[in-house]
């Protein structure tokens, strides 16, 4: 079964930091996992899923202007996992985060950043 796995959410205060981790199962899939970018999406209550972060196969990265210089992707293919590493967080950082590859998407991870 192919399938992406989120995990490392929960509640931290501002200021804190948690780090997501996204795993791939299915040995075809992982092929497929390891040559392709993978995204970070994440989305609140009441609005529309936005882009967080990517990672090219070949470890190219990228940002949203909200969470640049707070957010680390990186990705680890002999694991088939893709890390989200968020320092600093902020309240409007709360979400359900997701990660992403081709057409293939996991089941989230939900963030919440609250005194």
């Known amino acids: 079964q192919v399938q992406l796995v989120e995990s490392g959410g929960g509640l931290v205060q501002p200021g804190g930091s948690l780090r997501l981790s996204c795993v791939a199962s299915g040995s075809i899939f992982r092929i497929i996992f390891g040559s392709n970018a993978v995204g970070w999406y994440r989305q609140a209550p009441g609005k529309q899923r936005e882009l967080v972060a990517t990672i090219s196969s070949g470890g190219t990265t990228t940002y949203a202007d909200s969470v640049k210089g707070r957010f680390t992707i990186s990705r680890d293919n002999a694991k088939n996992t893709v890390y989200l590493q968020m320092n600093s967080l902020k309240p409007e950082d709360t979400a359900v985060y997701y990660c992403?590859?081709?057409?293939?998407w996991g089941q989230g991870t939900q963030v919440t950043v609250s005194a």
């Open positions: 992403n590859t081709k057409t293939t």
